[in-house]
């Protein structure tokens, strides 16, 4: 699961420049990517949906009573002087972990959107990045003072929040346990017929091992990413003589 989190809200308008808020933005922006998430099949959870006010620990309180995998937030930066800043950023409590890795794959994404990159920066006064027990990624996404940053946030709207989205759902890829398949010779309760199965298989050349599963001895060879190579180690076994069956681990 995702937290979605669109910075602000209610009577706290965040960055405001001209008549554009910052709220406003966060919660455009929040919704389009969280929408992409959920067409993908990735469960989301949203700290709002209207314009309503939180202040930052309830955000993050939100995100830990959810147990969510990680928290993204989203925000628009802004400068004491107008059209002074411009870029895109992307803030983590600290550098290291899976939290860099996301923040990376999002940051790559908005500068091939156009904004200029200003990077992944560490921001650990942040309650949302540091009172938050998952993975949290605060994204700038432009400045709201910057007459070039709304352009690109309005013209390349689809373009910024596919690009986020798909951040999102490589890093949750990149954590994925890869899928082993592994070729079973035997089962059996008595570990030392296991063990001269292992034995013979070894003394083939085959790369055999046992595992305790469920009570039993398991004998098996070899442990592939690649489904192809499984298929040939199985069709190998058979030509000696052995009963197969693959097995996903």
């Known amino acids: 699961?995702?937290?979605?989190?669109?910075?602000?809200?209610?009577?706290?308008?965040?960055?405001?420049?001209?008549?554009?808020?910052?709220?406003?933005?966060?919660?455009?922006?929040?919704?389009?990517?969280?929408?992409?998430?959920?067409?993908?099949?990735?469960?989301?959870?949203?700290?709002?949906?209207?314009?309503?006010?939180?202040?930052?620990?309830?955000?993050?309180?939100?995100?830990?009573?959810?147990?969510?995998?990680?928290?993204l937030s989203f925000h628009r930066n802004a400068m004491p002087v107008p059209q002074s800043g411009s870029g895109a950023m992307t803030l983590i409590y600290e550098k290291g972990g899976?939290?860099?890795?996301?923040?990376?794959?999002?940051?790559?994404?908005?500068?091939?959107?156009?904004?200029?990159?200003?990077?992944?920066?560490?921001?650990?006064?942040?309650?949302?990045?540091?009172?938050?027990?998952?993975?949290?990624?605060?994204?700038e996404t432009g400045f709201i003072d910057r007459d070039e940053d709304n352009r690109l946030f309005d013209q390349n709207f689809q373009q910024i929040a596919q690009g986020i989205a798909d951040g999102v759902i490589t890093t949750l890829r990149e954590q994925e346990k890869p899928v082993y398949y592994q070729i079973q010779t035997g089962a059996y309760q008595n570990r030392g017929l296991a063990s001269q199965m292992e034995e013979q298989l070894k003394s083939q050349g085959f790369p055999a091992f046992l595992v305790y599963e469920d009570g039993w001895f398991k004998v098996r060879v070899g442990a592939f990413l690649n489904m192809d190579n499984a298929v040939h180690m199985e069709q190998t076994l058979r030509s000696y003589g052995y009963p197969t069956v693959m097995i996903r681990a």
Not at 103 to 131: H, I, K, S, Y
């Open 1 to 71: 699961m995702v937290i979605i989190d669109a910075g602000h809200g209610g009577e706290d308008p965040g960055a405001i420049y001209q008549e554009r808020k910052e709220k406003d933005d966060n919660l455009r922006l929040a919704l389009a990517v969280g929408n992409i998430l959920e067409n993908a099949g990735i469960r989301t959870l949203y700290t709002r949906t209207t314009d309503i006010t939180q202040s930052p620990l309830e955000k993050a309180a939100i995100g830990n009573r959810s147990d969510a995998d990680f928290f």
């Open 98 to 139: 899976v939290a860099q890795k996301m923040a990376e794959n999002v940051q790559r994404a908005l500068t091939e959107a156009g904004f200029q990159d200003l990077g992944v920066q560490e921001r650990p006064g942040l309650a949302v990045l540091g009172r938050t027990r998952m993975p949290a990624v605060l994204i």
